[in-house]
């Protein structure tokens, strides 16, 4: 017990010292984290036995693997050479991390792909492994994005301004293709507190093509309650959505 409150009153004060700070981790995690949980739980609910059920499955599992590895090239691109820069040492232990990652991504991907050429009586069994070692990577991850959200972060403010560190962002952003950059907006936006899922569509709004802005605008209502939408809503200045009364 009284390790676990130490752990958490260094969690507050990493939150407290970021209060305000440009986080370069808050809205991909929240994403990554709500991605990881979602296709866990579809794993585990899936029918062995229907075909397409499991083909819609293993899909997800796929694009959540795909997502996976793009991320760690993206840190290993770019954040990690910011913070090697000016903090020599700091990435070693998620360094070697993102190599054990890249390797369970790759089991994973293996035992994902093998099950719909499995036998009708094995599939089940091999489902329930998916789900078992599905879980596991979550558990890892879930371990590796608190370092990188206290100890990185933690580093990154002390080292550079917050200027400095949104042309990190802004660099990063630009390689990302637009069918990634959708699936990321599809798993972030909707879990993202309402304060910042505005921000990023007024970014987006300011930044982006019209028709490009109306699109993210149009998937992310869909998938907001009628309370968060018409919160959404009030803070671009839109008209409320048609149909939609705030919970």
């Known amino acids: 017990m009284q390790s676990h409150t130490l752990e958490m009153a260094r969690v507050?004060?990493?939150a407290r010292t970021g209060l305000g700070r440009f986080?370069?981790?808050a809205g991909i995690h929240k994403a990554l984290r709500a991605f990881m949980a979602d296709t866990l739980l579809t794993v585990g609910r899936t029918d062995p036995t229907d075909d397409a059920e499991l083909a819609r499955t293993l899909s997800q599992v796929d694009e959540l693997l795909a997502l996976c590895a793009n991320h760690v090239a993206h840190e290993?691109?770019?954040?990690?050479?910011a913070l090697e820069a000016r903090c020599p040492?700091?990435?070693?232990?998620?360094?070697?991390?993102?190599?054990?990652?890249?390797?369970?991504?790759?089991?994973?991907?293996?035992?994902?792909?093998?099950?719909?050429?499995?036998?009708?009586?094995?599939r089940e069994a091999g489902l329930h492994a998916l789900y078992l070692a599905l879980a596991l990577f979550m558990a890892e991850n879930l371990q590796h994005m608190h370092t990188e959200e206290t100890v990185h972060n933690a580093a990154l403010w002390a080292a550079y301004t917050d200027a400095e560190l949104v042309d990190v962002?802004?660099?990063l952003v630009a390689t990302i293709p637009p069918a990634e950059m959708m699936l990321v907006m599809r798993w972030m936006l909707p879990n993202l507190n309402a304060p910042e899922r505005l921000g990023v569509l007024q970014e987006?709004?300011?930044?982006?093509?019209?028709?490009?802005?109306?699109?993210?605008?149009?998937?992310?209502?869909g998938t907001?309650?009628?309370?968060?939408?018409?919160k959404l809503a009030h803070g671009l200045g839109l008209p409320p959505v048609p149909g939609l009364v705030a919970a």
Do not use: K, S, W
């Open 204 to 221: 987006m709004r300011a930044g982006a093509p019209a028709p490009v802005f109306e699109a993210m605008l149009d998937a992310t209502r």
């Open 169 to 171: 962002h802004n660099a």
């Open 224 to 230: 907001l309650n009628a309370h968060n939408a018409m």
């Open 76 to 81: 290993n691109g770019f954040v990690h050479p």
């Open 23 to 25: 986080n370069l981790y």
């Open 89 to 122: 040492g700091t990435c070693a232990q998620v360094a070697q991390e993102h190599m054990g990652h890249l390797e369970h991504i790759q089991h994973l991907r293996d035992a994902a792909r093998a099950l719909p050429a499995c036998a009708a009586d094995e």
């Open 12 to 14: 507050a004060a990493a």
